[in-house]
C-alpha cells in the first residue's frame, strides 16, 4: 500500500481545494452568463393579465440582458394554475379564491378583481338567489366559475340549480347580449373593456352581491368591494348607484422551481419599472394602463395566498440588512477561531518539518562519522562493524520515514550520503585485501 506523507496529504488537499474553486468560479461565470427564459400563462390574449404582462415582458428584456419572459395565451386561472403544477409555466397570472397547487409561491398582488353581476334592466331578479333556474353567461370551467358557485353556495344554491350558457367568455357574451342568458357573471377589474361594452350596448343594470364579509369565514380570499357609481359611464352614471360585491385580488405566481435570480429580477421591474409598464401598454388600452397603479408587493401577513418565491422575498427584504451585517459578530467569531486554529496548525506543520530535519541531520551527521571509521579502518573485520551500523542506521531511518518522523527530502539527503559511504566501505575493502595479498607475496 503507498505511503503518504503529510506533505503529500497537504499538496493533493490542496490540489482538491483548487479544482473545487475552479469549478465553483466556472458555474459562477456560467450562471451570470446564461439567459433565463420565464414561460408565463397569462390567460386570455384580450384580457388584463395579458396585456399587463406582455408589457412586463417588454421593460423587462429593456433592463435585463438575461431574462426573457415567453407569454402564454390559455383559458385562465385553473389553466393557469395547472400548467404551474405541470412544469409547463414558470409564472402564472391566477385569482387569489383559487386555491393553487403546492408548486405556486406568490410574486405579487397585479390588480384587484371585483365580481360583477349583470342582468337586464327588465328582468325581476333583484338579488342573487333570484338566480335559482335562470341561464347564467359563465363558461362551466375555470375560475370565474368556482368563484360563481362559491357565492352561490353560500346563498344554499346548488350547480344544478342554474343553466350555463357559453363555452367561452365571447361566445356567453353574445348569448347575454341577444337575450339568450338571463344574467352574465364576470371577475374582472373595475373599468374592464367587455364590462363597459356589455353595460352600455344595452339596458342592463348590476345585481348586488353582499355578506361579503360572512363569506370571507369560509374563503378568506374574499373582500368586502364596491362598484361605485358611475364605474362605466358618468351621464347616465352606471350603475347609479354603488353596488356592494366581492373583491379579490388578481396575483402573479411563480413555481417553486423557477430561477431565483430571475424571478428576483421580475418582481424588482415589476414594482420599480411602473411608469414605463404603463407607457409600453398601447394607448387604445387606457383601462388596463391604470391597472398598473395597483401593482404591489405581496403581505404574507394580510394577504392570503401561499407564501413569497424566493427570488420575490430576496427583492422585498433587499432593504433588510444583509447576512455578514446582521450576523457581523458571530462570522467575526469564526473568523477569529478560524485564524487561530490556522495559526495553530501552521505552528504543528513548521515544528513537525522542524523534527523531521533535525532527525535528518542527526542520521546524516551518523553516517558522516562512520565514513570516519572507515577511512581509518585497518582490518576487513573492522569494515564489517562499520557496514553494519550503516545498515542499522538506515532500518532506523527508513522506519522513522514510516512514521513521518523523517521527511522524503532529508531521507533522500541521508540516502545519498550513505550511498556514497557504502561505496568507499567496498573501495576501502579491496585496498586492504589487496595490500594484504601483495604483502602475502
Do not use: C
Not at 120 to 142: Q, Y
Not at 143 to 167: I, P
Not at 217 to 223: E, H, L
Not at 374 to 391: F, G, W, Y
Amino acid at each position: 500500500m503507498p505511503r503518504l506523507s503529510i506533505s503529500r496529504i497537504v499538496q493533493v488537499a490542496l490540489a482538491i481545494l483548487s479544482l473545487g474553486l475552479i469549478a465553483f468560479l466556472g458555474a459562477g461565470v456560467y450562471q451570470s452568463s446564461r439567459v433565463r427564459i420565464l414561460r408565463a400563462a397569462a390567460g386570455s390574449s384580450n384580457g388584463d393579465s395579458y396585456i399587463l404582462l406582455s408589457a412586463l415582458k417588454k421593460v423587462v428584456e429593456r433592463h435585463s440582458s438575461k431574462v426573457r419572459i415567453e407569454v402564454i395565451e390559455t383559458g385562465g386561472t385553473v389553466e393557469n394554475l395547472h400548467m404551474l403544477e405541470e412544469r409547463n409555466a414558470d409564472l402564472a397570472v391566477a385569482q387569489a379564491d383559487v386555491t393553487p397547487g403546492p408548486s405556486a409561491q406568490s410574486v405579487a398582488v397585479l390588480f384587484d378583481d371585483t365580481f360583477q353581476l349583470l342582468v337586464h334592466e327588465a328582468s325581476p331578479i333583484g338579488h342573487f338567489v333570484d338566480l335559482r333556474g335562470k341561464r347564467i353567461a359563465l363558461a362551466r370551467s375555470g375560475g370565474q366559475f368556482d368563484s360563481f358557485m362559491r357565492v352561490a353556495n353560500h346563498y344554499g344554491l346548488r350547480e344544478d340549480d342554474f343553466a350555463f350558457v357559453g363555452a367561452t367568455d365571447a361566445l356567453a357574451d353574445q348569448a347575454f347580449l341577444s337575450g339568450g342568458a338571463h344574467a352574465l357573471f364576470r371577475v374582472r377589474a373595475l373599468g374592464n373593456p367587455a364590462i363597459q361594452h356589455l353595460a352600455g350596448a344595452g339596458a342592463t343594470r348590476f345585481i348586488p352581491i353582499s355578506q361579503a364579509e360572512a363569506m370571507k369565514i369560509r374563503y378568506p380570499a374574499f373582500q368586502p368591494g364596491v362598484i361605485p357609481t358611475g364605474a362605466y359611464s358618468g351621464e347616465p352614471p352606471i350603475p347609479p348607484a354603488d353596488v356592494p360585491s366581492i373583491a379579490i385580488h388578481r396575483m402573479l405566481m411563480a413555481r417553486d422551481g423557477a430561477d431565483e435570480e430571475a424571478v428576483r429580477e421580475v418582481t424588482q421591474v415589476l414594482l420599480e419599472q411602473r411608469q414605463e409598464i404603463a407607457q409600453a401598454i398601447p394607448d387604445q388600452l387606457g383601462v388596463v394602463r391604470l391597472l398598473v397603479g395597483q401593482i404591489r408587493r405581496f403581505d404574507i401577513h394580510s394577504d392570503f395566498g401561499p407564501g413569497l418565491h424566493r427570488g420575490a422575498a430576496s427583492y422585498y427584504d433587499k432593504d433588510k440588512p444583509s447576512f455578514l451585517r446582521a450576523n457581523a459578530d458571530y462570522l467575526g467569531l469564526m473568523l477569529s477561531v478560524a485564524v487561530m486554529v490556522g495559526s495553530w496548525i501552521w505552528q504543528l506543520k513548521n515544528w513537525m518539518s522542524r523534527q523531521q530535519k533535525n532527525a535528518g541531520d542527526a542520521y546524516t551527521s551518523r553516517v558522516v562519522q562512520l565514513m570516519t571509521d572507515a577511512q581509518s579502518a585497518e582490518s576487513p573485520k573492522a569494515l564489517d562493524l562499520v557496514k553494519a551500523e550503516l545498515l542499522a542506521t538506515l532500518t532506523a531511518a527508513v522506519r522513522d520515514l514510516d512514521a513521518d518522523k523523517l521527511s522524503e527530502e532529508s531521507f533522500q539527503s541521508f540516502r545519498d550520503v550513505l550511498q556514497t559511504v557504502l561505496g568507499l566501505v567496498r573501495e576501502r575493502r579491496e585496498m586492504l585485501e589487496s595490500h594484504g595479498n601483495y604483502l602475502r607475496a
